[in-house]
């Protein structure tokens, strides 16, 4: 994902994208593959999930090539349901050869 070109986009795109993109069947028929890339409790209150939630970040592989396609991130209940929206909340995708991710709101970042 580091050596192609980049577009930012709003959120709300960037969601579209993902979810137009084939991204979670991918997932689902062996496609794509995902590592954890980071996982911990997220702030109960703020998040308003169940003790013991999982707040992921998620890497999404392309099997075929290794080359990284998306970055998502998830809230993954004790009982293996995801939280929130009940779908992976993406953070990058790579759709033909551009990367496109959501700018940072609010002038903070990571």
């Known amino acids: 994902m580091d050596d192609i ?21 991918g997932l689902r028929t062996g496609r ?12 109960p209150p703020a998040a308003g999930e169940p003790f013991c939630t999982r707040s992921q970040i998620l890497e ?8 990284r396609v998306a970055l998502v991130h998830q809230y993954l ?3 293996g349901t995801l939280g929130a929206s009940g ?5 990058a995708v790579v759709v033909d050869g551009v990367l496109f991710y959501a700018g940072v709101s609010g002038g903070g970042g990571r």
Not at 32 to 43: C, E, I, L, M, N
Not at 60 to 67: E, F
């Open 32 to 43: 794509y593959t995902a590592a954890v890339r980071r996982s911990g409790h997220p702030s």
């Open 87 to 91: 779908r992976p909340d993406p953070k």
């Open 5 to 25: 070109p980049r577009r930012r986009v709003s959120a709300d795109e960037l969601r579209s994208l993902y979810n137009n993109g084939g991204f979670e069947e």
């Open 77 to 79: 209940r004790p009982d």
């Open 60 to 67: 999404v592989y392309d099997t075929t090539t290794g080359a």
